[in-house]
């Protein structure tokens, strides 16, 4: 198990997360005002933020060829440049939609990309984070197609196909699926059917966390895991807009 990593706030700083932008969904121009918002809303949280932590599906599809990345999402990768560069640092945690992310955020933006859930302290606040998707019991189908998707042998075959059909096709693939979710996955199953509640309690077993905090359910939702524990879902930007905000002694979902 790998040591946590920390983070010192300062007094008056505060630690934001947000998930599951899903931007190019179902078109570059028809995400575009959500990214514009989205966009907003970096560069209001860059003012106090100590750290920002975006937890996968920022883009409905990605795939980094080894010189080619998908066209388009300027004004989000221009500012993420922007604030990177004044020394906020902000962490990447992929998704099930940019799970395919290699070394173009940490080379051109300074953003390290984590392809595993991983724990951090906060002063002296546990927060165990990551996207969410393929963790805890069921849902047996979309692991195996994970396991697929990050064969390293599959990758090397989707590589080899031209930019121009390979984006077309995954674009294609992500919304005719409907992995965007946000309708049939955004539904409440009920705390005893939430699978990452499943995970976060087993977790619980092995070691205290103050917070779990996931993305991927596209809904926001806080619950109670014990007297001590508590885990919160990040909702999304394409019904809810909601955010997360640790200020270094409570954890708050917000709506922007």
Avoid at 21 to 35: F, I, K, V
Avoid at 77 to 91: R, T, V, Y
Avoid at 99 to 111: A, R
Avoid at 193 to 201: G, H
Wanted: hydrophobic share 35%.
């Amino acid at each position: 198990m790998s040591k946590p990593q920390h983070i010192s706030i300062a007094e008056g700083k505060k630690v934001y997360f947000a998930s599951d932008n899903h931007l190019g969904a179902p078109t570059q121009e028809t995400s575009r005002p959500r990214e514009k918002k989205f966009v907003a809303w970096l560069d209001t949280v860059k003012d106090d933020a100590a750290a920002i932590f975006l937890l996968g599906d920022l883009f409905d599809f990605w795939f980094e060829y080894k010189t080619v990345v998908p066209k388009g999402f300027t004004r989000t990768l221009g500012k993420l440049a922007e604030i990177a560069d004044s020394g906020i640092p902000i962490f990447f945690f992929v998704g099930n939609h940019d799970l395919w992310m290699k070394d173009y955020f940490k080379t051109e933006l300074g953003i390290p990309v984590y392809h595993e859930p991983k724990e951090f302290t906060f002063n002296e606040t546990s927060v165990f984070i990551g996207h969410g998707d393929g963790l805890g019991p069921g849902d047996k189908g979309y692991k195996r197609m994970k396991k697929v998707f990050t064969n390293p042998f599959f990758q090397w075959c989707f590589k080899w196909m031209h930019p121009d059909i390979g984006i077309r096709i995954g674009q294609y693939m992500s919304v005719k699926n409907k992995m965007i979710s946000g309708d049939d996955d955004a539904k409440f199953l009920g705390e005893d059917n939430e699978w990452l509640v499943a995970y976060c309690k087993r977790k619980l077993d092995d070691k205290h966390r103050d917070y779990f905090v996931f993305g991927h359910r596209h809904l926001p939702l806080e619950i109670s895991l014990n007297e001590n524990s508590k885990y919160i879902n990040l909702g999304d930007w394409i019904q809810y807009y909601t955010y997360g905000v640790f200020d270094g002694d409570t954890f708050e979902l917000k709506t922007f």
